[in-house]
């Protein structure tokens, strides 16, 4: 699981970070909110946790900003502000969870563990389909028509990252870090590799889909529509 934290104040994002390493969370800590919105932007994170007050971009425009280009990660916004009002902003904005300053760092986990179980049954759960293409996550199993065909964990999550963004174009470096993870000793190439691994296994053309690579960016997986 990889988390996004977006927080200026070292005195508690340090602390934080280490936790959720401890407990075997990748974590990226960004200070601005700006870059952050960037980072959060790239689909690549599990959970996002948001302070509100932060330079560049307040926390809350940046909320707003990523629901409104349908970035749909699971946010736990972080404030000292603890009026209703407050609150009641930051989830109108879209926030999943609200966490108060101070908090524990054993609260905060807690949290961001109940998010991650929440929304990876929802993702488990929910089949993925596109055209005649369908996807089972949990068994590592794509199906077209009556065929089955078996996926390796690298093959699935592509084909999820792919079908879960379809008709988006994904660059190859938002690929790799999906699955392989930004600190991964594995080489950008993987995501070439394993996108031919992909096309050799499943026949795009009769499930009604194309898998087409986007020159010197990346992939898209889309629909084939008639002309």
């Known amino acids: 699981m990889r988390v996004l934290l977006v927080e200026d104040e070292r005195r ?65 916004l972080v404030t000292a502000k603890d009026a209703v009002p407050d609150r009641i902003d930051g989830l109108n904005a879209g926030a ?21 179980r929440r929304f990876e049954n929802i993702a488990v759960n929910k089949p993925l389909r596109l055209s005649a ?35 988006h174009v994904l660059t190859k470096e938002q690929l790799f870090n999906k699955v392989w993870g930004f600190d991964s000793d594995t080489e950008l190439k993987a995501v070439e590799l394993y996108v031919f691994y992909l096309r050799k296994k499943i026949d795009f053309k009769k499930c009604n889909t194309v898998l087409e690579t986007i020159r010197g960016i990346g992939y898209c997986l889309k629909e084939c529509r008639d002309e």
Request: charged residues 30%; contains cysteine; hydrophobic residues 40%.
């Open 133 to 167: 293409l369908q996807l089972d996550c949990k068994r590592c199993e794509a199906y077209v028509f009556d065929d089955t065909i078996r996926l390796s964990a690298q093959e699935t999550q592509l084909l999820e990252h792919l079908m879960r963004n379809q008709g």
């Open 96 to 116: 999943d969870d609200y966490l108060i300053k101070p908090f524990s760092n054993d609260e905060l986990l807690a949290r961001v563990n109940a998010l991650t």
């Open 12 to 76: 508690l994002s340090e602390p934080v970070k280490y936790i959720l390493e401890k407990n075997k969370y990748a974590v990226d800590l960004e200070e601005n909110g700006i870059i952050g919105q960037d980072m959060a932007e790239s689909g690549v994170y599990d959970v996002i946790i948001l302070d509100r007050i932060l330079p560049g971009k307040e926390g809350v425009e940046v909320l707003k900003a990523l629901r409104a280009n349908h970035v749909k990660t699971p946010v736990i």
